[in-house]
């Protein structure tokens, strides 16, 4: 889409820099503002469009792992396993007590379960650095666009004064 306004003259107006001395955010917005188009975008879609198959499994771990859906069964798990081995099969308990097999099973179990979550959480953090983005350029924009707005209103109101002025001094002259 081509300019209706001229990004130069309006990012050295409105941010006192030339379209080359702004950064690349900056730049996108002055691009937005000129051709009058929407900027908005959603960072959820985004962080999407750009995710593995590893980010996207790491974030339904965390999901299912941070939840009290699985802290529970996970509780009657270890409840079953204790009981199975230490009272219902006697003589039969493949991990009598003091359970070892079971605790061995749940440190590892926390030795992947951890860094994958802390992968979705750096996921996450990349997300709301990517929204914080967003949600400058939006603002900025909005700011752009209002500065624009008292412009065209001063504009509009120094007219109306000289105008006004003109017709009193006209009326002045005809006493």
Known sequence: MR???DIAEVSKRLLGSAPDEL????????????????????AGLLAEEGATVGERLSDRVAE?????GFIIAFAFVLLGWMLLNSGI??????????FIFLNLMLSTLAAVQAP????SQNRQADKDRLAARLDYEVN???????????EKLDLAVIETLHRLEAEVA????QR
Not at 116 to 119: E, G, L, R, V
């Open 23 to 42: 950064g690349h955010h900056e730049k996108r917005v002055l691009e937005h503002v000129s051709t009058r188009t929407p900027i908005s975008r959603d």
């Open 3 to 5: 300019p209706i306004i």
């Open 116 to 119: 994958i979550i802390m992968m």
């Open 64 to 68: 299912v792992g941070g939840s009290w």
């Open 170 to 173: 006209a009326l002045k002259a």
């Open 140 to 150: 900025l924009r909005a700011e752009l666009e209002i500065l624009r707005l008292h």
């Open 89 to 98: 099969l006697k003589g039969l308990a493949f991990d009598p007590y003091p």
